[in-house]
């Protein structure tokens, strides 16, 4: 368990597992987890329809998580922010979080092929856990070719997870 309050944010294409990891991460760290999909389902469920719905609200929801966020790790908390950090330009709004409460991050990368996504997408679109969405193959190619993963340069604390 780490005493430095930490930001933990995620990196990895649909179904890799960073749900997963995020769930196991906050209770080893004893960290305040928070869930983009919960959040935008509970806020905007029946109004995501298409892949821009997503990208329309999950901005408005950082506007009010981001703050809390650098309140809660300035307060000495640690949080698992289960949202993804899948692009270079997106990866930047993490980096303003714990810049701004001059706090530690580790960014998770969870790395794992196009067929064990696949694979591991069928389960969530059969049992619809909450905050899930149902994802097609084709809709998972569409999302996968907006990935990119963390390159050195980025200067993050990158800790990988092969799945």
């Keep these: 368990m780490s005493t430095t309050p930490t ?20 209770k080893t760290e004893t960290a305040i987890l928070m869930s983009e999909d919960i959040w935008l389902t509970r806020l905007y469920g029946d109004q995501m329809k298409v892949f821009d719905d997503y990208i329309r609200f999950s901005s ?17 908390h640690s949080v698992v922010l289960d949202f993804q950090a899948n692009t270079e330009v997106g990866r930047s709004w993490f980096r303003s979080l ?7 991050h580790v960014l998770h ?21 909450e905050g899930s969405h149902h ?29």
């Design 60 to 76: 408005k929801l950082k506007t009010v998580v981001g703050p809390l966020v650098v309140d809660l790790l300035k307060a000495g």
């Design 7 to 26: 930001l933990h944010f995620f990196c990895g294409k649909a179904g890799a597992g960073k749900t997963t990891v995020a769930a196991r991460l906050s």
């Design 135 to 163: 994802i097609t193959e084709e809709v998972f190619l569409y999302v996968t070719s907006f990935f990119q993963p963390p390159q050195a340069r980025e200067n993050f604390n990158v800790e990988m997870h092969v799945v």
């Design 98 to 104: 714990f810049e701004q409460a001059g706090a530690a």
């Design 109 to 129: 990368y969870v790395d794992a092929s196009n067929e064990t996504c696949l694979s591991q997408i069928a389960k969530p679109n059969i049992e619809r856990p």
